[in-house]
């Protein structure tokens, strides 16, 4: 048996920039982080006992005796790529899916470290977030970027640069007290809807070379965010004010970003203190992450009494096998088909 603890990811700026139609042309980068809540897969082989050869446990379960009658494609074309055969497959999660952290790709992520683990086989962390890009991007034709992926294999605060020739994950440099202050002004508030992210970035992905400004802008936004980060004379409530910036910039890259409730609670919460914001992910709902000074985060917490907080702390170390109990398992004389 097999378990991957693999984080979600809070992205802060250059969000679309990761996306191939437009980094493969100009440039992108991302600001981003893991943080302290986590996609947990559980993988074994199944006894051949049962009249059914493959087990998947996620928002439903599926039984089958053959993989291309497995109805989620992630795990149906993972099984395929891997050639895995004879599973039990489990997923659970501190989060629920479409909202807006990356969940997918987490999955896709802890899926392939787990499925490697089983085989007996090591993956290092970019070999992990190539493979889950593949998978989502090519095998299973889903819109969307790269940063997810990259983020949940990595784990940390990273800046993460795309261009033509690929991609680079670099360590955001920021003293240990000055991070703990970074995430102490951060609150993280559960709005209450969801959205599938490959159907906003469909629609917005249509939309970036419209938008070649304000990607211009957000990647400046990376830049200034790194600086204010790393320079400890560099005061840290900048940093809300340039998450601010970024919403506003989010929001002239697509129609499906944000909506009237969306829009009307990012506004109460600037109202009651906070110096700025975003929704995370694609857009349209999910998370809503603000930077609130300590003096002003009763006033945003009384404001949004009605939502439900996520405290978190951000994390550094990305995908793990938290559990490791090889078993011997004939694929030669498999049953399935």
Request: net charge neutral; hydrophobic share 35%; with cysteine.
């Amino acid at each position: 048996m097999i378990i991957t603890k693999t984080p979600f990811r809070m992205s802060f700026f250059g969000g679309g920039t990761d996306m191939p139609c437009f980094f493969e042309k100009h440039r992108g980068a991302v600001l981003s982080t893991s943080f302290d809540k986590y996609v947990y897969v559980t993988v074994r082989h199944l006894p051949r006992f049962f009249d059914y050869t493959t087990e998947l446990i996620y928002s439903k379960s599926e039984r089958i005796t053959k993989i291309d009658d497995m109805e989620h494609p992630m795990v149906r074309n993972a099984m395929k790529m891997l050639n895995m055969k004879e599973l039990h497959i489990a997923y659970d999660a501190d989060l629920p899916a479409r909202t807006g952290l990356g969940t997918s790709s987490t999955f896709a992520v802890g899926l392939l470290n787990a499925f490697y683990c089983l085989k007996g086989e090591y993956r290092a962390k970019r070999q992990l977030a190539d493979d889950a890009i593949y998978l989502e991007r090519k095998l299973c034709n889903e819109a969307g970027g790269w940063q997810d992926q990259i983020a949940a294999s990595f784990g940390g605060l990273n800046r993460i640069d795309f261009d033509s020739k690929g991609y680079r994950v670099t360590p955001i440099i920021i003293d240990p007290e000055r991070k703990s202050r970074l995430n102490d002004s951060l609150m993280l508030f559960f709005t209450g809807f969801t959205r599938f992210s490959s159907d906003i970035q469909k629609s917005t992905a249509s939309l970036l070379e419209d938008k070649q400004n304000q990607l211009y802008q957000m990647l400046d936004l990376v830049d200034e965010a790194q600086r204010i980060l790393e320079n400890k004379k560099s005061d840290l409530d900048e940093f809300g004010g340039l998450l601010d910036a970024a919403w506003r910039l989010k929001r002239q890259t697509g129609s499906t970003i944000s909506t009237d409730t969306i829009d009307g609670l990012y506004q109460k919460g600037i109202e009651a203190g906070a110096l700025g914001g975003k929704l995370l992910g694609a857009g349209g709902g999910g998370f809503l992450l603000f930077y609130v000074k300590p003096e002003k985060q009763k006033s945003v917490r009384d404001a949004f009494s009605d939502l439900m907080e996520v405290p978190f702390k951000f994390e550094n170390s990305g995908t793990r096998v938290i559990y490791y109990s090889p078993e011997f398992f004939d694929k030669n004389s498999s049953v399935e088909g």
